[in-house]
C-alpha cells in the first residue's frame, strides 16, 4: 500500500546542531507539506513544495529549509537548532490542488 | 485572508449521546474544507472534505458536516457518541485566492473531544 512515512519518529539534539527530519511518500503526489504542532496554535505550515525542484515559505519558515530532488522525498532541515523549535514535525501529501492532504505519523523533536 | 476558528478547545459527551463540533471560517473565495481527527501519538486522518457540490458530507466513522455558507460554518455532528471517538480534531481551510486553489492547510487550533461512559 502506497503510504507517507517520517523519520526519526523521535529525536533529541542539542542547541545550535543541524538536524534533518526525512518524509518519504510513495503515492507520487506532487504537492508535499511541513508543518509543526504545538499547543494552543494547531498546525502550522513550514515550507511546501510543489513538484521537483520547486519549494516554498510557510508562515514560520526561519530556521528552516527543504530541498525536492525527486518526487518521493521532502527533507526538512534546522540549521542551528533552537529550543523554541522542540515541537511535533508532521510531513503531509496530496495529488492535487484540490485534494486533501494525507499525513504522516510525525517526528517528536526536543532541542535542549 | 483564510483563517478558521474552533469554538470550544474542550467538549465533552456522553457515551450515546450527540457530538457538535463547531468550526467557522473566514474566506473571500468558496473555500474547500475538511475535518481531520488525530489520535494520540498518531498523524492526522482525513474525516471528510467539502469542495463543491452536495453541502452536506459524509465521513468515515459516521461522522458528517454541513456547510452553511451564509453562516460561514462547516460544524461536524455525530449522532451518538463511541468511545473511540475520543481524540482531536481539526477543522481547516484549504487556501485560495482569485487564481485558484493553492492547497495549503489553514487549521483551527483544535477540539479534544472527551466521551464518558
Known amino acids: 500500500d502506497a503510504e507517507i512515512t517520517q523519520s526519526p519518529r523521535h529525536k533529541i539534539t542539542e542547541t545550535g546542531r543541524q538536524v534533518t527530519l526525512a518524509c518519504h511518500q510513495t503515492?507520487?503526489?506532487?504537492?508535499m507539506f511541513w508543518y509543526r504542532q504545538d499547543l494552543g496554535h494547531g498546525l502550522r505550515l513550514i515550507h511546501y513544495?510543489?513538484?521537483?525542484?520547486?519549494?516554498n515559505k510557510g508562515e514560520v519558515s526561519d530556521g528552516y529549509s527543504v530541498s525536492r530532488s525527486n518526487t518521493e522525498d521532502l527533507p526538512l532541515t534546522l540549521e542551528s537548532a533552537a529550543s523554541s523549535q522542540t515541537s511535533v514535525y508532521f510531513c503531509?501529501?496530496?495529488?492535487?490542488?484540490?485534494?486533501?492532504?494525507?499525513f504522516g505519523p510525525g517526528t517528536r523533536l526536543t532541542v535542549t | 485572508a483564510q483563517s478558521v476558528t474552533q469554538l470550544g478547545s474542550h467538549v465533552s459527551v456522553s457515551e450515546g449521546a450527540l457530538v457538535l463540533l463547531r468550526c467557522n471560517y473566514s474566506?473571500?473565495?468558496?473555500?474547500?474544507l475538511f475535518w481531520y481527527v488525530q489520535y494520540p501519538n498518531q498523524g492526522l486522518q482525513l474525516l471528510l472534505k467539502?469542495?463543491?457540490?452536495?453541502?452536506l458530507v459524509k465521513g468515515i466513522n459516521g461522522f458528517e458536516a454541513e456547510f452553511k455558507k451564509s453562516e460561514t460554518s462547516f460544524h461536524l455532528t455525530k449522532p451518538s457518541a463511541h468511545m473511540s471517538d475520543a481524540a482531536e480534531y481539526f477543522c481547516?481551510?484549504?487556501?485560495?485566492?482569485?487564481?485558484?486553489?493553492?492547497?495549503?492547510?489553514?487549521f483551527g487550533t483544535g477540539t479534544l473531544l472527551a466521551v464518558q461512559p
Open positions: 503515492w507520487n503526489h506532487n504537492n
Open positions: 503531509a501529501s496530496s495529488e492535487s490542488m484540490r485534494s486533501p492532504q494525507y
Open positions: 481547516a481551510v484549504s487556501e485560495r485566492n482569485y487564481g485558484g486553489a493553492t492547497n495549503k492547510l489553514i
Open positions: 513544495s510543489y513538484g521537483v525542484h520547486d519549494t
Open positions: 474566506s473571500s473565495v468558496p473555500p474547500y
Open positions: 467539502y469542495t463543491t457540490g452536495a453541502t
